[in-house]
């Protein structure tokens, strides 16, 4: 099903906004799975030369809990030197759980599943921000830090169902799964370029 001319005006003011914002202390813009192979492409082409565009493939980031059962690795693609790296699911999880339990003990409290954490989440903003924070965490556990500099944030753009295409725009600090819950100082989402408006 293709999009709506809704979406399409929609996603295009997010481009724009995402264009705007890609400035000296933006060192990649990280693009989630579930987004289309010709939305990808426009990124690319429209910040190509200036910042690369980092492709994530795989199984849907929409559905935290399906982690768990992936049997495919995600597909990481730099889309213009078109180099690829693989990244298992499992490693993401792992990563997650390493970084919370720290946290956990300072506040006395229970270990929960993390796919739990991101069902929280998604019952205080739209899907796409939960989408997008786990988009950059796969980023950075599969490429290092050097993907967008060593003192340089990131854009993430999701999408909160792949038939909105792309609705969720968020600057991040580069952080590492395992680095998410460690430092309540510093926050990993910086600021939100875009979110979705979701009619409960």
Do not use: W
Not at 27 to 56: D, F, M, N, W
Not at 60 to 84: C, G, H, I, Q, W
């Amino acid at each position: 099903m293709g999009l709506s001319e809704k979406n399409l005006q929609s996603i295009e003011e997010l481009i724009k906004i995402v264009e705007k914002r890609v400035t000296k202390d933006i060192g990649a813009v990280i693009v989630a799975p579930g987004v289309s192979g010709e939305l990808k492409e426009r990124l690319a082409s429209i910040l190509k030369g200036r910042i690369p565009v980092i492709t994530i493939q795989g199984t849907s980031l929409m559905d935290p809990n399906a982690l768990a059962r992936a049997e495919t690795l995600y597909e990481v693609v730099n889309m213009e030197t078109k180099t690829m790296k693989y990244f298992p699911p499992e490693a993401l999880l792992r990563g997650l759980n390493e970084g919370i339990k720290p946290l956990l003990e300072r506040l006395k409290l229970s270990l929960v599943p993390v796919e739990g954490i991101f069902e929280l989440l998604s019952c205080i903003f739209p899907r796409g921000i939960s989408v997008a924070i786990l988009t950059g965490l796969i980023a950075i556990d599969c490429l290092g830090l050097e993907v967008t500099g060593a003192t340089k944030n990131m854009i993430v753009v999701a999408g909160s169902t792949r038939a909105e295409g792309l609705d969720t725009a968020l600057v991040l600090r580069p952080s590492k799964s395992r680095e998410l819950f460690l430092r309540l100082d510093k926050a990993v989402v910086k600021e939100i370029l875009v979110m979705p408006y979701i009619n409960r």
